[in-house]
T-cell receptor, first 113, second 112 residues
Framework: GESVGLHLPTLSVQEGDNSIINCAYS??????FIWYKQESGKGPQFIID?????DKRQGQRVTVLLNKTVKHLSLQIAATQPGDSAVYFC????????????FGAGTTVTVRA | KAGVTQTPRYLIKTRGQQVTLSCSPI?????VSWYQQTPGQGLQFLFE???????NKGNFPGRFSGRQFSNSRSEMNVSTLELGDSALYLC???????????FGSGTRLTVV
């Protein structure tokens, strides 16, 4: 089915280090992208979003970068903490008034103490 | 403000039965969309409603249906349940369906 690809299914990172989670998308017309974090037994939790007219957006300890030339999206987490251990999904909305998100397969992030 | 509320949290049903799941969006949000999450297929879009109208539908059989009420609350129904319908069903609400999707905790459906 439709999907936004993620480069790596798992990522192990040392506590305190920075994490980078990557995502490739296929539709150059996609106008909106979101990163979600999902912990076991819970629904996806919004982390940060970015519209296609932007290249970078920063939140608290997180930065999303959008490279439209190579259709690549990344999420950077600064000073990774144990509570950051979860599955991270990127999602795209492929066009205005599409009203649906297409999700990647997810990257499982494990933070080592 | 209250988040997206989904009920029930867990359900166990038998093959052939039907089930109704409920979703209450964030106050003021008029768009409600539904997703199915399984280990094999990941998160897949079911349908989206805005002002009681279905605006988009995913590639699921007709056994999956939904509706939205005038207060924006939404329900989805699955008839003639199959084992493969076992999944986490997630609801997301948004002001207009274009940006800012907030998900609920989901309903875990197990079909036996």
């Amino acid at each position: 089915g439709e999907s936004v690809g993620l480069h790596l299914p798992t990522l192990s990172v040392q506590e305190g280090d920075n994490s980078i989670i990557n995502c490739a998308y296929s539709n150059s017309a996609s106008d909106y992208f979101i990163w979600y974090k999902q912990e076991s037994g819970k629904g996806p939790q919004f982390i940060i979003d970015i519209r296609s007219n932007m290249d970078k957006r920063q939140g608290q300890r997180v930065t999303v970068l959008l490279n439209k030339t190579v259709k690549h999206l990344s999420l950077q987490i600064a000073a990774t903490q144990p509570g950051d251990s979860a599955v991270y999904f990127c999602a795209e909305k492929k066009k205005q008034n599409d009203y649906k998100l297409s999700f990647g397969a997810g990257t499982t992030v494990t933070v080592r103490a | 403000k209250a988040g997206v509320t989904q009920t029930p949290r867990y359900l166990i049903k038998t093959r052939g039965q039907q089930v109704t799941l409920s979703c209450s969006p964030i106050s003021g949000h008029r768009s409600v969309s539904w997703y199915q999450q399984t280990p094999g297929q990941g998160l897949q879009f079911l349908f989206e409603y805005f002002s009681e109208t279905q605006r988009n539908k995913g590639n699921f059989p007709g056994r999956f249906s939904g509706r939205q009420f005038s207060n924006s609350r939404s329900e989805m129904n699955v008839s003639t349940l199959e084992l493969g319908d076992s999944a986490l069903y997630l609801c997301a609400s948004s002001l207009d369906g274009n940006y800012g999707y907030t998900f609920g905790s989901g309903t875990r459906l197990t079909v036996v």
